[in-house]
């Protein structure tokens, strides 16, 4: 049968089905791309800025099906799904970048097209207030018909407020196309759209490959946190985590010793720390009610710690000579009563 097919096809459509055929032994990714509503020069920017990470070949699509079935007898059956992401204008992309790298390639190389009328807004587009580049003359009608608000100041074209000409999923009108294309605004994004990618017997669909790098990113890292987290907690070790866990271990065992008052080796020093502490304010407590009672050397170290006690005569002192002049003033009250 394969015989039979390549007698019907004519020799130019063989040299070019040779050339796929060999292409798909010498890429390992290949994809199928939606080229429809790129014009050509664009393209062929596109497709020059992808030099040396891709090669696309653009042909009938009859031709790359025939090219996919061939290279599916030859190489790998699971290519022959390639074929259901064909529709409208297409061609076929060879890369040696995995498909979710290839995808980004493509949506990094895009380039920037003016609005034509009819066309959907792909994003929220505001003309800011301020003076204009135009010289007075119809531009001014062709701004308010657009819905700015404008007019001539200072010999001048002015926009008079922000303005909201364009929502983001709304039809672009002919005058809005046209203003945008004076004032050298291009919404329109172009590049090749991946719809499909084989690599190593899997078909990534184009939804799959379209992903937010960052997003992704932060979603890994969150993941990654919450499980050494997790692994932690319960006590579970792992590479990552037996030494977290471990310290958590001895720090409670810590905390146990210390708290029950066991004098080994690491918590010694603590205990003893905290006994002189002890020690040290009952002296002072002691030497508060009565200046002889504490030896030399006890002041000294009192001294030394800096703690200083609280004499209590002073208060006593202080007490006894308000009293008089509580007496005083009783005594007045009495006079006057």
Same mark, same amino acid.
């Given at each position: ?14 040299? @070019? ?6 292409? %798909?032994?010498?890429? !390992?990714? &290949? +994809?199928? =791309?939606?080229?429809? $509503? ?87 587009? @505001? ?6 580049? %135009?010289?007075?003359? !119809?531009? &001014? +009608?062709? =701004?308010?018909?657009? $819905? ?190």
């Amino acid at each position: 049968m394969a015989a039979k097919a390549e007698r019907k096809v004519a020799a130019w459509k063989q040299e @070019v089905l040779s050339e796929l055929i060999e292409m %798909f032994d010498r890429y !390992p990714v &290949v +994809g199928v =791309l939606n080229i429809g $509503g790129l014009p050509a020069a664009q393209f062929q920017r596109i497709r020059q800025q992808l030099y040396g990470q891709a090669e696309i070949v653009v042909s009938k699509n009859t031709l790359l099906k025939l090219a996919i079935e061939r290279a599916a007898e030859q190489k790998d059956p699971k290519l022959q799904e390639l074929m259901n992401y064909f529709e409208g204008p297409s061609a076929l992309i060879f890369s040696r970048l995995n498909p979710f790298k290839l995808s980004r390639t493509l949506q990094m190389n895009k380039i920037n097209a003016p609005a034509k009328p009819g066309t959907i807004s792909p994003r929220d587009i @505001v003309i800011p207030a301020g003076e204009t580049d %135009f010289s007075p003359g !119809p531009i &001014v +009608g062709e =701004l308010q018909r657009a $819905g700015i608000k404008a007019r001539i100041q200072a010999g001048k074209v002015v926009v008079l407020e922000d303005a909201h000409i364009a929502k983001q999923g709304e039809v672009i009108t002919k005058e809005v196309a046209d203003v945008l294309a004076k004032l050298g605004i291009y919404p329109i994004e172009l590049y090749l759209k991946l719809r499909a990618a084989y690599d190593s017997g899997t078909i990534f669909p184009g939804d799959v490959l379209a992903i937010d790098e960052t997003q992704v990113m932060n979603q890994i890292r969150d993941a990654s946190i919450n499980a050494v987290n997790l692994s932690i907690n319960v006590n579970y070790p792992t590479d990552v985590t037996i030494g977290a866990i471990l310290a958590k271990a001895s720090a409670a065992a810590h905390n146990v010793a210390l708290n029950a008052c066991l004098p080994i080796a690491e918590i010694l020093p603590i205990l003893l720390a905290q006994a002189n502490a002890r020690m040290l304010s009952l002296a002072s407590a002691i030497l508060a009610r009565d200046a002889n009672a504490l030896d030399e050397r006890l002041k000294e170290m009192l001294a030394a710690s800096g703690v200083e006690p609280k004499i209590e005569e002073k208060r006593e002192e202080e007490s006894k000579e308000e009293k008089p002049k509580k007496e005083e003033i009783t005594g007045l009250g009495a006079l006057f009563g």
